[in-house]
Nanobody, 117 residues
Framework: QVQLVESGGGLVQAGGSLRLSCAASGRAVYNMGWFRQAPGKEREFVASIFWSGTRTSYADSVTGRFTVSRDNAKNTLYLQMNSLKPEDTAVYYC????????????WGQGTQVTVSS
């Protein structure tokens, strides 16, 4: 099976930056993405990246502020978050697919990001 372990969350002031990492282990994964869930809200898409790293996609709310990347040699996914806003506060989850589709089969346990105003 696959294990996804996120790290890098924490408390930051508005306007600050954080970099999340997601280490994958086990069998190979393909496309990967980041999702987040704020208290009382449904989980929402944040960003995704194709298995080769050649194509990325972002939610409108984070476009221009967040950058998703991956290092396949290290089996690690990243999310660079700049110009953070209080509304970015959420638990951030890493997800991965078992094939080249966009159906997410594996999920991490999440890492908390809190942005203070």
């Amino acid at each position: 099976q696959v294990q996804l372990v996120e790290s890098g969350g924490g408390l930051v002031q508005a306007g600050g930056s954080l970099r999340l990492s997601c280490a994958a282990s086990g069998r190979a994964v393909y496309n990967m993405g980041w999702f987040r869930q704020a208290p009382g809200k449904e989980r929402e898409f944040v960003a995704s990246i194709f298995w080769s790293g050649t194509r990325t996609s972002y939610a409108d709310s984070v476009t221009g502020r967040f950058t998703v990347s991956r290092d396949n040699a290290k089996n690690t996914l990243y999310l660079q978050m700049n110009s953070l806003k209080p509304e970015d506060t959420a638990v951030y989850y890493c997800a991965a697919t078992a094939d080249t589709s966009w159906k997410y089969d594996y999920w991490g346990q999440g890492t908390q990001v809190t942005v203070s105003s």
